[in-house]
């Protein structure tokens, strides 16, 4: 089943919820590791069939084919085709074929350009969706001011997301906020978390 606007609130949710069960460190590089990952594992499981790969960091999944874990983005979704090999005309070489989610995470929460540089790598990408997602702040609507002329320079469906920043998941932190670039325009997209 694919990731869409129908979907995502949940497969967001299901990461937040996944992050919440552990324990955290102080090391909040690992913490912000492990957001990446277990959101990439949710969007692995939507994407089962073996025509999809999922790219990040920490999966070794795609090392047969593509001799890499992460490829350009922080999370990659697609699907591959085949095509042949040269040097081993019975084994087929895999290629992305087409291009389902790109997504870039960046908790940075006190300088914005951070961000910016992260989003805009989602403008260099055919992907039919981008997800952007930030740490939160004081300042929400500042920010999704700034990056309205990238999600305008997108081209496919745009989300910009909001998750608490790894140094705040010891107290209570701020469940995520979504939104869909439409119309040119942010609109809020209404998310429910489960309780950890």
């Known amino acids: 089943m694919a990731v869409t606007d129908k979907n995502l609130l949940d497969v967001i949710c299901h990461a937040w919820s996944d992050i919440r069960k552990h324990k955290t460190t102080d090391d909040l590089r690992a913490q912000s590791r492990r957001w990446v990952d277990a959101l990439a594992r949710e969007f692995q499981a939507q994407y089962k069939c073996e025509q999809h790969r999922v790219f990040w960091r920490d999966n ?13 983005f922080d999370i990659f979704v697609c699907s591959v085709g085949e095509t042949n090999s040269f040097q081993q005309p019975s084994k087929g070489l895999q290629f992305v074929s087409e291009c389902h989610w790109q997504i870039e995470c960046e908790f940075h929460y006190r300088n914005s350009r951070s961000a910016i540089i992260d989003m805009s790598k989602l403008v260099m990408g055919s992907a039919t969706n981008k997800l952007m997602i930030a740490s939160h702040r004081e300042d929400p609507d500042r920010v999704l001011e700034q990056c309205k002329p990238i999600a305008k320079s997108c081209t496919g469906n745009v989300y910009f997301c909001f998750v608490a920043h790894p140094e705040t998941w010891r107290q209570s932190p701020q469940d995520p906020s979504l939104h869909m670039w439409a119309e040119s325009e942010w609109e809020p997209m209404d998310i429910q978390t489960p309780s950890a």
């Open 60 to 72: 070794k999944d795609n090392q047969t084919h593509f001799r890499l874990n992460e490829l350009l």
